[in-house]
Structure formats: structure tokens, C-alpha cells
């Protein structure tokens, strides 16, 4: 998948509530931005068929095409070792937030994927998780290759991110976290652990990003679509 490998880095809807959401121009030439803030507390836990864990999601894009998803974000406790699911079409980065490691096996190769290591692999691959050192809780990216690219970092500093055109999803893992558009003279959005920010761009802009406690964490999906969205006339 494009973006980021291993290790380091129209709008619909999910189930969870919106703390806050606002669209705004920020002026006459520049980017029309959408904020949705989504709490921890939102998500509902889905139990896998495997009975192996359970998957929190966060955020998607439907999909025009079918019953699915252009890209989904999600956070998943893995309680036991066991084959991942298969996405057909799909990309994959998975980063894992808690846990000390977990291993993963794929064809004839194990692979151990340390704390903050972001992963890129196929949704097709037969793949197998191994916790050598119990339960583990991951974050997860996935973008149908049809629809766009994706990518994910980790950042712990305080820092301006510049993004552009297309959606990022920014999940406090641990810690909190403010943020705040540099163009924009607002309240900034204040993020507690398990808080996400999910923020849509029609062209490219700057965001300040402070960490507010020691030890805080933030996981950074970035998605850009292929077709950009065509901009409303002022």
C-alpha cells in the first residue's frame, strides 16, 4: 500500500456521536474544512466471528458501489492468537497501541511488530497473529485501492502537520492532546485518550498539534482520494 511502511509512520457517517462538528471557509480562496470530533465513549464494541476480540470503529467513507467501505479507521483488542480477516481490494496499516508486541506470520515468514511500528500489508494476505506477550490493542487503517491511498504516522511532539486535500483521522492514544488550525483564530479541539478528530480538506492547510500531557500519543491515518471532490462555487 502506499504510504507508510513497517516501521517508523461526499461524507457519511459512523454510529458514533459527534461531540462537536463545524464546516467552515476559512476565507474567500482558502480551504473548506469539516471537523467532527468522536469520543472513546461513542464506539460500541463489535465481537469478531472468531470470538477472538473485538473491533471499536472509529470512522468510515460508504461506499457509492456496494454495502462496504471506501477506507475505515478502527481500533481492535485482540484477546487471543488467531488468523486475521481477509478484505478483498483493500490496503491495510496496522499499528499497535497496546500491548508490548505482537508476531505475525504470513506464507513461510514471522514478523514482529514492536509498540508505535505502523505495518502495511494486502487485505488479501493470509495472515496470523501470535501474542508472545498476552492481549494487545491495534489500530487499524484500511482504504479499497480503488478509492485512494493511505497512510499513517505516530507522533509524540508538539508540531504542525500539514495536510491536504482528503480526509485524516487523528486518534489520541494516550495522553491528550489539542489542536487547532493555524488559519483559524477558534477554539482549539481538545483530544482525551480514545478521542479521535476526524477532519475533511478540499485543498491543503496547517494544523498546530500540542501534546497536553507527558507520555501522550498520536496516530495520524491520512487518506486521499484518487477522484477529488468537486468544490462548491462560493
Not at 471499536?56 to 488467531?82: C, N
Not at 505475525?104 to 500489508?121: G, K, N, Q
Request: hydrophobic residues 40%; proline residues 6%; contains cysteine.
Amino acid at each position: 500500500m502506499p504510504g507508510i511502511a513497517r516501521p517508523s509512520t461526499a461524507r457519511a457517517h459512523n454510529n458514533s456521536t459527534c461531540l462537536s462538528s463545524r464546516t467552515k471557509r476559512m476565507h474567500n480562496a482558502s480551504p473548506i474544512v469539516t471537523f467532527e470530533k468522536i469520543s472513546a465513549a461513542s464506539r460500541q464494541p463489535v465481537l469478531w466471528k472468531n470470538r477472538g476480540g473485538v473491533t471499536r470503529e472509529i470512522a468510515r467513507q460508504a461506499s457509492t458501489r456496494d454495502d462496504t467501505f471506501d477506507w475505515r479507521v478502527s481500533v481492535a483488542d485482540v484477546d487471543q492468537p488467531g488468523p486475521f480477516s481477509t478484505f478483498e481490494h483493500v490496503d491495510r496499516i496496522l499499528v499497535v497501541i497496546r500491548g508490548d508486541q505482537m508476531v505475525i506470520r504470513r506464507d513461510d515468514t514471522a514478523l514482529r511488530l514492536a509498540c508505535w511500528e505502523p505495518y502495511a500489508f494486502p487485505g488479501e494476505a493470509p495472515i496470523t497473529a501470535h501474542l508472545p506477550s498476552g492481549p494487545t490493542r491495534d489500530f487499524n487503517l484500511m482504504v479499497r485501492r480503488a478509492h485512494g491511498r493511505g497512510s499513517v504516522h505516530v507522533h509524540r511532539d508538539a508540531e504542525s502537520l500539514a495536510m491536504t486535500d482528503g480526509t485524516a483521522v487523528l486518534y489520541c492514544a494516550t495522553g491528550a492532546f489539542s489542536i487547532r488550525a493555524l488559519d483559524d483564530d477558534g477554539a482549539p479541539v481538545e483530544l482525551e485518550e480514545g478521542d479521535a478528530l476526524r477532519i475533511d480538506l478540499d485543498a491543503d492547510m496547517a494544523f498546530d498539534v500540542q501534546p497536553t500531557r507527558a507520555d501522550s500519543v498520536l496516530i495520524d491515518a491520512r487518506i486521499v482520494p484518487f477522484v477529488r471532490a468537486t468544490r462548491p462555487s462560493a
